[in-house]
């Protein structure tokens, strides 16, 4: 019951709840712009726990017990740029806004339905995704132009489509960004398919034999 800024620490616009024990996300003062509350204890994020913070930018939620998000809990965020839910329960990823840059869900239960059909679509700013050990079968598609990061390493991908990051009937189309992709960990042979990688400035990182 105490005031946020009592229980944990505020630092100008800055919020650290890290290791608190605390089983819900506190209310948050309206100018927060980057929350930490790392290994807490909490089950689940509610619609309303990030209402109103129109500033917030950053949110860190490393090593809770997470296993239920709203569908609109990040949605109403216009200014969230990176979200880290990464050591959790998680086993469905919620709707996403459009301005991450920086998505972190490694350490999940995430299956073959817990990402939603392209649910990356739209964020045309999104530069680096982490979903490493999790329990995926496929890679999710479509992965947006301005990726730079893609680590799906330690999951269960078997398969890859010439299409899933060139385009197959376009040999002089160019994917610059994307230069970091891991692979490794997963039941995939990547020599299968050599095509798949020919738009791409550095082979991913996996099995080729």
């Not at 105490?2 to 608190?20: A, R």
């Not at 939603?116 to 045309?124: G, Q, T």
């Amino acid at each position: 019951g105490l005031p946020t800024c009592l229980l944990c620490t505020c630092l100008g616009t800055t919020v650290y709840c890290d290791d608190h024990e605390l089983d819900a996300v506190p209310p948050l003062p309206k100018k927060t712009t980057y929350f930490y509350s790392r290994y807490n204890r909490i089950r689940q994020i509610n619609r309303n726990d990030f209402a109103n913070l129109n500033n917030l930018k950053r949110i860190d939620l490393t090593g809770n017990l997470i296993a239920e998000i709203h569908e609109d809990a990040f949605l109403r965020l216009p200014q969230l740029e990176e979200l880290v839910l990464r050591d959790n329960r998680i086993r469905q990823l919620p709707a996403l806004p459009s301005t991450l840059t920086f998505l972190d869900v490694s350490k999940n239960r995430l299956g073959h339905k817990g990402i939603p059909n392209e649910a990356f679509k739209d964020l045309l700013d999104l530069q680096h995704l982490y979903i490493t050990d999790n329990n995926l079968d496929h890679i999710p598609l479509p992965l947006p132009e301005s990726l730079q990061a893609l680590h799906l390493q330690n999951n269960n991908i078997q398969e890859m489509h010439e299409d899933t990051f060139c385009k197959r009937k376009d040999f002089t189309y160019v994917r610059r960004a994307l230069e970091d992709i891991r692979l490794d960990g997963n039941p995939i042979n990547l020599s299968r398919t050599p095509y798949a990688y020919m738009c791409l400035p550095r082979l991913p990182v996996g099995n080729l034999i």
